[in-house]
């Protein structure tokens, strides 16, 4: 696992400053790809089991699926949601006393088509038509090597502080433009999820899970995602996991409800 000695405190400054500028950063190798292959399997039964529950919405285009993931073990992993380095990006974006608010997966199988360009959220204060400084952040990583065949996440750079009218006008005029970023495994993507971006199809047999843990300051109500933490997991904790997932309902026992999160696109 990479740590704060080997990332050190001027690369997570330069990580949070490519977030800020360009909307995203990549931090390559954080993750070991052992774990990776781990998630990989315990997620399959999860994305077969809501596609039989759930495959008929096709709330994110056809063969695309979003599936929350059970906060416990792989899934519940403090090397990954608790990682240094991450959050370290993350706490110089929204401050150190941001929340974690989201753990789950975004899936196209073969089948699927390219989305909508679009954002993750809406302005906060909409009668300005400004944007605001950073307040929700994704972090992402595949659980297999993204390949322009897979169905790679494109994004256009630099769109997050745009009004959408004005990014989608850039990219008309090719001032901006969407382009994949092909994440390997164990590579980690951190960004700010007003970029302009979106899914595109994936042409193999392989679906191609990509994991999103949602980092957000403290004041940011997100009623469509949360985690449900079960007590004998809280009890693991440390203090600052503790911390960042102090607005999450801690339960008895999971509830294996329906997906809330079906409007995802603004
Ligand atoms: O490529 C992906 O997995 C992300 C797709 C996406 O942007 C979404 O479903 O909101």
């Not at 370290?88 to 088509?113: F, N, W, Y």
């Not at 959408?164 to 969407?178: D, F, N, S, V």
């Not at 004998?232 to 960042?244: P, Q, V």
Request: proline fraction near 8%; glycine fraction near 6%.
């Amino acid at each position: 696992m990479q740590s704060k000695e080997r990332v050190d405190s001027q690369q997570i400054a330069g990580y949070a400053q490519q977030v800020l500028d360009q909307s995203l950063c990549v931090i390559p190798n954080l993750i070991p790809t052992a774990k990776i292959d781990q998630w990989y399997e315990s997620f399959f039964p999860l994305l077969n089991r809501h596609i039989e529950r759930e495959g008929h919405k096709i709330n994110r285009g056809p063969n695309r699926y979003y599936v929350t993931l059970p906060f416990v073990p792989p899934f519940s992993d403090p090397e990954i949601f608790e990682n240094d380095v991450i959050l370290g990006v993350v706490e110089q974006i929204i401050g150190k006393d941001g929340v974690m608010c989201q753990l789950a997966t975004d899936t196209p199988l073969k089948g699927s088509d390219y989305q909508e360009v679009h954002r993750d959220t809406q302005l906060l204060f909409p009668e300005t038509g400004k944007e605001s400084p950073p307040y929700q952040l994704a972090v992402n990583f595949p659980l297999i090597d993204m390949t322009l065949e897979n169905g790679p996440f494109e994004v256009a750079l630099g769109t997050h502080m745009l009004s959408k009218q004005e990014g989608l006008q850039r990219l008309e005029t090719g001032e901006a433009r969407l382009e994949p970023v092909l994440l390997k495994k164990g590579d980690v993507m951190i960004r700010d999820v007003r970029h302009l971006h979106r899914g595109t199809p994936n042409h193999t047999d392989s679906p191609r899970p990509m994991v999103v843990i949602g980092y957000s300051r403290r004041w940011l109500f997100r009623p469509e995602v949360s985690i449900q933490v079960p007590r004998a997991t809280w009890e693991t904790l440390s203090d600052r996991a503790k911390f960042w997932l102090r607005f999450n309902p801690i339960v008895e026992q999971l509830n294996d409800g329906e997906e809330k999160y079906q409007t995802f696109a603004y």
